[in-house]
Each structure stands twice: as C-alpha cells, then as structure tokens.
C-alpha cells in the first residue's frame, strides 16, 4: 500500500510557524491512528503528537503549547502546526499510520519518507 507523504518542511527562523502536512490513501487514514514523529540528530525517534480516526488528540507535554494536531478526513490529511518554533525542534518529521502509536513507533503502521524542519536559532 502507498505510504504517506509528507510536506511543509522548511528552513525557519525561532519563533516563526510551520504546518506540516500529510496525505494518506483513504483506507489508511480512515483506519488508523494518524500522528507525527520526529527525530533529531543524535536522538531517539519520539512521537509528537497523534489523533484517532474520531479526531481525538493528544500532543506531547514538551510541544503542547505550541504544536496542534488536526485532520482533514474530505481530503484525507493530517496536519501539524508548528508554532513558536525552537532550535531543539530541529528533526525529520515523519507521518505515521497505525494502530497504535508507541513511543517510538507505530504498530501495524506505515511510514512517510519524512520531511526535515531546520529552526534557525
């Protein structure tokens, strides 16, 4: 099955905005936990934020404040605005699909290729 793909990554100042976006096939997106990992240089892949196929989110402590995570179920996407943007939010940013998404990973899931998100400091 096709993997999700990822846009929106970029070169940003601290403190400006980001949205990423993903798009899934409808099977996928309709099934699954949707969500967004990232991983940094020298960093263990963690997960960001995720919603359920009913729309309920969830975003990390360390990013709630500043990340929101929403889906477009007509145009089977998943977005994550990135706001207030800090250098430690430099990574590959990458859309999962699952059943579950662990920590580290999805379960019975797919993955994006990734898109990298560079805050200048």
């Known amino acids: 099955q096709a993997q999700p793909v990822e846009s929106g990554g970029g070169l940003v100042q601290a403190g400006g905005s980001l949205r990423l976006s993903c798009a899934a096939s409808?099977?996928?997106?309709?099934?699954?936990?949707m969500g967004w990992y990232r991983q940094a240089p020298g960093k263990q892949r963690e997960l960001v934020a995720g919603?359920?196929?009913?729309?309920?989110?969830i975003v990390q402590n360390s990013v709630k404040d500043r990340f929101t995570i929403s889906r477009d179920n007509a145009k089977n996407t998943v977005y994550l605005q990135m706001n207030s943007l800090k250098a430690e939010d430099t990574a590959v940013y990458y859309c999962?699909?699952?059943?579950?998404?662990?920590?580290?990973?999805?379960?019975?899931?797919?993955w994006g290729q990734g898109t990298q998100v560079t805050v200048s400091p």
């Open positions: 999962a699909a699952g059943q579950v998404l662990l920590s580290s990973r999805p379960v019975s899931g797919v």
């Open positions: 409808g099977s996928i997106f309709s099934a699954n936990v």
């Open positions: 919603i359920s196929s009913g729309g309920e989110p």
